[in-house]
């Protein structure tokens, strides 16, 4: 290991967000001459890790521990979405999907399997942004400066979605789809048929999709309202989760969204 590092996370391991330690008693600890403490502190000062405070003592910054955050937040949403999609998944006997958006593309949170005689793959890996309800749901209600951004890095929709290819029409069909608050597609060629909702934070701004893909077979008996009521309940359940737990829309995006 390189001396330097090892030295580093040793200082870093003795520090705490509250009670300081002074540079001798750190130096007497660690058995590092005052000289090599300092530059090391130094330079974790600069990178924003380490603080001093106004009696000369150092503790540890909170961006230290910053650095585990999207790991734990990413696992924190994990748990989260999957709780719902099983719900969705046992509530409506078919297979459901919690999807977001990240790194300029749709990200898959968690999914949940209903085993059944006849069943659709649903091991997501890819998800288009405007032919997928999932993606529907999701840029539909995204605002005006991250629409921008959506079109500059991806154009218009096409053939995609309605041959759309200009901003007013794009504009148009995003409304509709808020107003009616659920996006629907039917592949009659397959002949399966997808329904996505949205799932807000506590700003009212869209952080995830609640998705099911249900073959047309177990449509016909008249249980697509019933399937959708169950969809509109979980995800009302999952967006309340949002709000009492101040999940926010860059949480779940996981960065600032700039396609």
């Not at 909170?62 to 990413?74: I, K, Q, V």
């Not at 053939?159 to 504009?171: T, V």
């Not at 967006?239 to 737990?245: A, C, F």
């Given at each position: 290991m390189i001396q330097v590092l090892q030295k580093a996370f040793k200082i870093i391991e003795l520090l705490n967000p509250t009670d300081g330690i002074s540079l001798g008693e750190l130096s007497d600890s660690l058995n590092i001459n005052k000289g090599t403490l300092c530059n090391i502190l130094k330079s974790l000062t600069e990178l924003g890790y380490v603080a001093k405070t106004r009696n000369g003592h150092y503790i540890i910054h909170?961006?230290?521990?910053?650095?585990?955050?999207?790991?734990?937040?990413?696992?924190?949403l994990h748990k989260i979405a999957k709780r719902y999609s099983d719900m969705l998944a046992k509530g409506t006997k078919e297979s459901g999907v919690v999807a977001t958006l990240r790194e300029n593309a749709i990200y898959i949170v968690a999914q949940s399997q209903f085993k059944r005689s006849l069943m659709i793959n649903t091991e997501y890996e890819h998800l288009s942004l405007y032919h997928s309800v999932?993606?529907?749901?999701?840029?539909?209600?995204?605002?005006?400066?991250?629409?921008?951004?959506?079109?500059?890095?991806?154009?218009?929709?096409?053939?995609?979605?309605?041959?759309?290819?200009?901003?007013?029409?794009?504009?148009?069909?995003?409304?509709?789809?808020?107003?009616?608050?659920?996006?629907?597609?039917?592949?009659?060629?397959?002949?399966?048929?997808?329904?996505?909702?949205?799932?807000?934070?506590?700003?009212?701004?869209?952080?995830?999709?609640?998705?099911?893909?249900?073959?047309?077979?177990?449509?016909?008996?008249?249980?697509?309202?019933?399937?959708?009521?169950?969809?509109?309940?979980?995800?009302?359940?999952?967006?309340?989760?949002?709000?009492?737990?101040?999940?926010?829309?860059?949480?779940?995006?996981?960065?600032?969204?700039?396609?």
């Open positions: 909170p961006n230290f521990y910053n650095l585990a955050l999207p790991y734990s937040n990413n696992n924190l999932s993606g529907r749901i999701l840029v539909s209600h995204l605002d005006d400066d991250q629409v921008q951004k959506l079109i500059a890095a991806h154009g218009y929709p096409g053939r995609e979605w309605d041959n759309i290819n200009d901003l007013q029409k794009l504009r148009e069909v995003f409304a509709e789809v808020r107003r009616q608050g659920i996006s629907i597609m039917a592949n009659k060629r397959e002949g399966i048929k997808a329904f996505a909702v949205p799932i807000f934070d506590t700003q009212k701004k869209i952080c995830s999709s609640l998705g099911i893909t249900v073959p047309g077979s177990r449509l016909e008996d008249g249980n697509e309202k019933t399937i959708i009521d169950v969809l509109m309940n979980v995800s009302e359940q999952l967006t309340q989760v949002n709000i009492k737990g101040n999940l926010t829309q860059s949480e779940w995006f996981n960065e600032k969204l700039n396609f």
